[in-house]
């Protein structure tokens, strides 16, 4: 199952999607505002003009550049898109009215976002990782040390959503 280019575009617009393309590699990008805080952002996986999957998750609108946090709802095909999207939006629009549960209930101040295993290698059942789950060099009592700034996880909430 695939993802037609012109089909994407064409329903990603009808739900009010700003809808763009990336210079940097080929992928076709969404966006949608919610509110003063939120945006859900969207962009295709695969190779177009027929896509693998389209995922959609919710963006702060202020650190655009962290990524998406908490669940990622991912389509897998056109009829998934159809059939799918209008809830899809309503589920994250609901989730920006309690952002707590988007935060890290271990430090209480950074959000999570969904990691998952890579299509070769290891396997692992994808989960939600606090932002601060990144090496930094530490001092501990006079030693100085690497370990996660944070490596608080969420469970409560799922971490990735898939729609045939
Ligand atoms: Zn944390």
Redesign the pocket.
Known sequence: MTINDTMLNQVLADHGFDVGTTTFMPMVTASLRLGDEWRIQGHSKGSGPEWDSFDFGLVPVNDARGGKKGTVHRCLSEAALRSHLSGIIDSLRDLTSTPDKL????????W?HMKEPGATGRQWPPFLS????QIVRKSVEGTRIKEP????TRRDLPALIKYP
Not at 103 to 110: A, F, I, L, M
Not at 149 to 152: E, K, P, R, V
């Open positions: 935060r890290c209930p271990k430090c209480g101040v950074r999570v606090c932002d601060g789950m700034a944070c490596d608080g």
